[in-house]
């Protein structure tokens, strides 16, 4: 009788589960994308077919099938699967899990694996307690988290696991999974007289964005809503009804995730390869996701240095008054701004000679032995070695230094330009490229270096 009340049960909760749980793939053919790491000759296809799974943590967007590839991978594997959220796992349920564990693999010779759901919520006190015997062997960790592990997840966590990003499906890689979920007979929608448009299958692929559970969800909502208002017609689901069914995109960005990190190198790098159209995209991406403006201005002020710096000198000032404006004003209109600056900034001439200047400076700073200021480049007032008469603006800048050297007080000079070592060694950090305003200060650079060995003292 106990029997039969929980096939019951079993049975109930199965008759509630939604299209995306129901056709979660069984066996690693009918998973869908990740030919990256699941192809032929792939690592994590090769980890399985050696049956050498040791910690993993899986990390992507959304509906890339993270849980349902730890499930395939201790299917295959032939281990216990035990399901928990890192974030609702106490210490106690930990210690159970690995009693069990070792119980299991003693009496039966069977192993397990510990799947943790957002893997990143897991604390340090959980960690200590399970990762002796994850580091043992006694438990196989595979974690899930839509973050970036490098930067979410404890690095005794990550130095232990063999990471594998989820990519977003393709649409080709959607539409085989809507097909699938139509035909199948026995889990999805294979006994209705069905027809989908291929209009339909597109607006899903796209507007899924390669997020398979919102796909088959939205199949969901198109069939039974049609089913209800067609009785036992045929249904058909069209472009309308497939636009009807998923709403509004869901934009694949948070603010601390890789949406987070990839969306805005993707836009600088965009703005630095001169391509405003592309930037144009990735702005608009990021304020429709609800990325902070400022955030994008603070980000197009260190562009305006690091990739453009004097071959426009104007870029800087565009981004500062940027800065400033979306500050006083806010969005939307602070869109506006930011599209004029990325505008300018796109199509302004590039250099990052000031960029690379000051960091071959600060690397000799780091690395070299230091420079000592030459004697007579010190400040008189506070290395006084000399009763010759102050210069003219009173601080002695024309003092007569040891050595029988003296400072030479540049506007004395022809042109203003001495042959005074201002270093006292031989260096050239900044070297002006030959595009926009820098043409001109390299010019300029070229003409001062020659005068200033032309006048160098022997």
């Not at 993270?66 to 609702?88: D, G, V, Y």
């Not at 869901?250 to 969306?263: L, M, N």
């Amino acid at each position: 009788m106990a029997d039969l009340w929980a096939s019951k049960r079993d049975e109930a909760r199965k008759g509630v589960e939604p299209l995306a749980v129901r056709m979660r793939p069984r066996t690693l053919d009918e998973f869908a994308g990740q030919e990256h790491i699941l192809g032929e000759g792939k690592l994590l296809r090769r980890m399985l077919k050696a049956d050498a799974i040791t910690s993993i943590i899986l990390h992507g967007p959304p509906g890339t099938g993270k849980t349902t590839l730890a499930e395939l991978i201790a299917h295959h594997s032939k281990r216990h699967f035990e399901r928990e959220n890192a974030s609702q796992i106490g210490v106690k349920r930990i210690r159970e899990i690995i009693d069990a564990a070792a119980e299991r693999l003693e009496s039966r010779k069977v192993r397990t694996i510990l799947f943790l759901d957002e893997i990143h919520r897991f604390s340090k006190a959980q960690q200590d307690v399970l990762l002796p015997d994850v580091e043992r062997g006694l438990i196989t960790l595979i974690g899930a988290t839509t973050e970036n592990p490098l930067f979410s997840v404890n690095s005794a966590l990550v130095s232990r696991s063999t990471l594998f990003r989820l990519e977003p499906l393709s649409p080709d890689a959607i539409m085989n999974v809507i097909r699938r979920a139509a035909g199948n007979k026995e889990r999805g929608y294979g006994l209705l007289s069905l027809q989908i448009t291929d209009e339909a299958l597109v607006v899903w692929a796209t507007k899924s964005d390669g997020d398979a559970r919102r796909a088959l969800t939205a199949l969901e909502v198109a069939v039974l809503s049609a089913v209800e208002a067609s009785g036992t017609a045929p249904i058909l689901v069209d472009r309308a009804a497939a636009e009807d069914s998923i709403q509004q995109k869901a934009a694949v960005y948070d603010g601390t995730g890789d949406g987070h990190y990839d969306q805005i190198s993707a836009f600088i790098k965009s703005i630095r390869g001169s391509d405003p159209d592309a930037a144009m995209y990735w702005l608009a991406s990021m304020l429709e996701a609800g990325e902070d403006p400022r955030f994008i201005a603070r980000r197009l002020a260190i562009l305006a240095s690091e990739d453009i710096g004097n071959a426009d000198p104007r870029g800087i000032m565009v981004a500062a008054a940027c800065y400033e404006i979306i500050e006083r004003i806010g969005m939307p209109e602070a869109r506006i701004t930011l599209a004029q600056t990325v505008a300018y900034l796109a199509l302004a001439p590039k250099s990052n000679a000031s960029y690379l200047a000051v960091d071959a400076a600060i690397a000799d700073v780091r690395e070299g032995r230091s420079i000592a200021v030459p004697i007579y480049l010190r400040d008189p007032n506070s290395s006084p070695v000399s009763d010759a008469p102050s210069s003219k603006n009173g601080v002695g800048d024309r003092t007569k230094q040891a050595g029988g050297q003296s400072y030479e007080y540049s506007h004395d000079a022809q042109g203003s330009v001495t042959g005074q070592d201002y270093l006292g060694v031989d260096r050239e950090y900044y070297n002006p490229l030959d595009v926009g305003h820098e043409r001109a200060m390299k010019e300029r650079l070229a003409e001062i270096r020659k005068l200033r060995t032309q006048r160098r003292s022997p």
